[in-house]
C-alpha cells in the first residue's frame, strides 16, 4: 500500500511552513505501512525530526491514563462504579441545585462529569486558580483540584458530555488507590508491559525533545512560554513548554505527558487487538464503543474509553468511516483506529494548535481513507 496521498499531504505542510514536524505511523493489521519523520525537531538549530523524536503529548496523555485506570479495574483495585469522594474525600463538588454531587468513576473516564476545561479558572486569585494541566505550576494535584470542591458543576453527573479536566481527577484517584505517583501507577500497569519507553510525565532524553510552536498569522513561531492561545471557535488555553521540566508541577493526567509517537501506536494497536497484556478483549471492546448512550455531546460522536466514536459522519464533519475512533492533544497530535479495517494512525507533531484541531488533522484523515479506498 503506498499510501500516496499521504506521502503528499506531508511533503506539502512541511514545504509551506504550515507544520514544523511531525512523526506519522500508520498501521494495518499490526504491520507498518507508513512510518515518516518529515521537518524540524528544532527549526531554528536545524534539527531535524527522527522517528524517535519526543513530542509533549498533551491529551494524547488521556487514553494511556484511561488504559492504566482499566488495568487496575480488571485487577480488582477500584471499579467504575466507586464514588470519587470514597477515594479523594477532599473534592466534593456540587451538583447544580447545591447538593452534593454522587460523582464516579466512570463519569471521570467519560468526560461526563459536569467538569470543564475552563481557561478563566487561571485568571483567579493565585490562592484560587485551577490549573488546567498545560500551564507551569507548583501545586499538587490535591492542592489544585480541592479549590473546585464545593464549587457548582455544570450539570449532573451522568447528564451530558463535555469534555474536561476529568482525567485529571481521575489521576489523583489512581495516585490514591495505587499509593504512588500516576506516572508509576502508568508505569507499572501500561508503559512497563508495552514499553513504551519514553511515555513519561517527564523528559527522558533532552537531545529528542522537539521545540514546541505556536500558531501565529505569518506561520509558526517558536512558542512562548507562556502561551495565551485563543482562536476564532472559541478555544482558549494557557500553556507553558517548560512545565514539562518542572517536577513539582502535579502529574496532569489529562495533559502532561511526553514521548515519542511509537509508544502511543503500541497502547492504540494493544487496544484496537484485544487489550492483551493490559486488560480483557471485553475491556478493550468496551472501550472503543459508545458509553455515554445519547445525552448530548459533540454532533455525529459519542465517547467510549479511549476517545470519540464516529456515529454520523456527516454531522462530524470528518472523511472518517462510522465506528472511527479518535481523538488529539493540542500541542499537535492527532490519532485514529479504523476498528473495521485494521488501520491504526498515530500523528504528532510540534505545532499547536494545527497539528490538532487545524486543518492539518481532517486532511490527514481524508488522505488515509483516500488511500485504502484506492
Known amino acids: 500500500m503506498a499510501m500516496d496521498r499521504v506521502h503528499r499531504l506531508l511533503d506539502q505542510v512541511t514545504a509551506s511552513g504550515r507544520i514544523t514536524g511531525a512523526v506519522v505511523l500508520i498501521f494495518r493489521d499490526g504491520v507498518?505501512?507508513?512510518?515518516?519523520?518529515?521537518?524540524?525537531?528544532?527549526?531554528?538549530?536545524?534539527?531535524?525530526?527522527?522517528?524517535?523524536?519526543?513530542?509533549?503529548?498533551?491529551?494524547?496523555?488521556?487514553?494511556i491514563v484511561a488504559a492504566t485506570a482499566l488495568a487496575m479495574v480488571e485487577r480488582g483495585l477500584l471499579t467504575l462504579n466507586d464514588a470519587v469522594a470514597d477515594h479523594l474525600p477532599w473534592f466534593v463538588p456540587l451538583d447544580p441545585d447545591g447538593t452534593p454531587a454522587d460523582l464516579r468513576v466512570r463519569h471521570l473516564i467519560t468526560h461526563t462529569s459536569g467538569l470543564a476545561y475552563d481557561a478563566s479558572l487561571e485568571r483567579l486569585a493565585p490562592d484560587r486558580v485551577v490549573n488546567q494541566g498545560l500551564s507551569d505550576t507548583n501545586v499538587s494535584l490535591e492542592e489544585n483540584f480541592s479549590r473546585l470542591s464545593g464549587a457548582k458543576l455544570a450539570f449532573r453527573p451522568g447528564e451530558q458530555w463535555a469534555y474536561s479536566t476529568s482525567i485529571d481527577v481521575l489521576g489523583a484517584v489512581l495516585e490514591r488507590v495505587h499509593g504512588a505517583t500516576l506516572e508509576d501507577a502508568v508505569v507499572r500497569y501500561v508503559a512497563e508491559p508495552l514499553q513504551m519507553r519514553d511515555a513519561r510525565f517527564r523528559v527522558t532524553d533532552l537531545s529528542r525533545l522537539a521545540v514546541a510552536y505556536a500558531d501565529a498569522p505569518d506561520g509558526p513561531v517558536?512558542?512562548?512560554?507562556?502561551?495565551?492561545?485563543?482562536?476564532?471557535?472559541?478555544?482558549?488555553?494557557?500553556?507553558?513548554?517548560?512545565?514539562?521540566?518542572?517536577?513539582?508541577?502535579?502529574?496532569?493526567?489529562?495533559?502532561?505527558?511526553?514521548?515519542?509517537?511509537?509508544?502511543?501506536?503500541r497502547l492504540l494497536e494493544t487496544v484496537r487487538t484485544g487489550?492483551?497484556?493490559?486488560?480483557?478483549?471485553?475491556?478493550?471492546?468496551?472501550?472503543?464503543?459508545?458509553?455515554?448512550?445519547?445525552?448530548?455531546?459533540?454532533?455525529g460522536q459519542r465517547f467510549g474509553y479511549f476517545g470519540a466514536i464516529?456515529?454520523?459522519?456527516?454531522?462530524?464533519?470528518?472523511?472518517?468511516?462510522?465506528?472511527?475512533?479518535?481523538?488529539?492533544?493540542?500541542?499537535?497530535?492527532?490519532?485514529?483506529?479504523?476498528?473495521?479495517?485494521?488501520?491504526?494512525?498515530?500523528?504528532?507533531?510540534?505545532?499547536?494548535?494545527?497539528?490538532?484541531?487545524?486543518?492539518?488533522?481532517?486532511?490527514?484523515?481524508?488522505?488515509?481513507c483516500a488511500d485504502l479506498a484506492a
Not at 475491556?283 to 459508545?290: C, T
Request: hydrophobic letters at 40%; a negative charge.
Open 275 to 299: 487489550g492483551d497484556p493490559l486488560f480483557s478483549r471485553e475491556m478493550a471492546e468496551a472501550g472503543l464503543s459508545n458509553q455515554i448512550g445519547d445525552v448530548p455531546g459533540n454532533p
Open 310 to 368: 464516529i456515529t454520523d459522519p456527516a454531522a462530524a464533519m470528518t472523511a472518517l468511516p462510522a465506528g472511527a475512533v479518535q481523538w488529539g492533544g493540542v500541542y499537535g497530535n492527532t490519532w485514529f483506529i479504523l476498528p473495521d479495517q485494521g488501520v491504526t494512525v498515530v500523528s504528532l507533531s510540534n505545532n499547536a494548535m494545527e497539528g490538532c484541531n487545524g486543518a492539518y488533522a481532517e486532511d490527514l484523515r481524508a488522505a488515509v
Open 32 to 63: 507498518p505501512v507508513l512510518e515518516r519523520a518529515v521537518g524540524y525537531q528544532d527549526r531554528e538549530a536545524g534539527v531535524p525530526v527522527g522517528i524517535d523524536t519526543i513530542f509533549r503529548y498533551a491529551s494524547v496523555t488521556k487514553p
Open 222 to 265: 517558536r512558542m512562548p512560554d507562556p502561551w495565551h492561545a485563543q482562536n476564532d471557535t472559541g478555544f482558549e488555553a494557557y500553556f507553558s513548554p517548560s512545565r514539562i521540566f518542572n517536577d513539582r508541577a502535579f502529574q496532569s493526567g489529562g495533559a502532561g505527558m511526553a514521548g515519542t509517537a511509537r509508544d502511543v501506536m
